[in-house]
């Protein structure tokens, strides 16, 4: 038995090797993936590179680097989208129908700048065009839908 051969007379079978994977390809791809978002952090916030925010020179400009629209009152400039489906001959509005007269005094009831966003829903013509001309009349914008 102690000439390395086993009871039937045959060699001893060679020994396993285990080879391990390498998990430094894995550990350099994160590696990479940190560097690129610490890079893109860097540049966004030291405003250098690729990301604009309007800050810049931009070419020959006179001065003080104020425009009307920062003097002007945020509240003022943003604009409520206010949506109505025209389906047949009724109007639906949050979740529910309603009638013309109704969804006008709604809507001249909101604060801020409105626009009514209209959506034809298999619409009868001259129910679409009675919204519009009560839009129209009371000085509220809104939006058509656009033909396809």
Known sequence: MGNGKNKAG???PPKETV???KSGC???ILLLVILIALLLFLMKHFKFG???DGEGDGGS???SGTSVSDTVDDKSLEETVV???VLGN???YDNGKIELASFIDTVKKMDGKINVHIKDDNAYQDTMQALIDALSKE???YTTPTAE
């Open 10 to 12: 045959a060699p001893p």
């Open 19 to 21: 080879v391990k994977k």
């Open 26 to 28: 894995l550990l350099g």
């Open 50 to 52: 690729l990301f604009g």
């Open 61 to 63: 400009g006179s001065g």
């Open 83 to 85: 949506d109505v489906t």
């Open 90 to 92: 009724e109007y639906l």
């Open 139 to 141: 000085g509220i914008t």
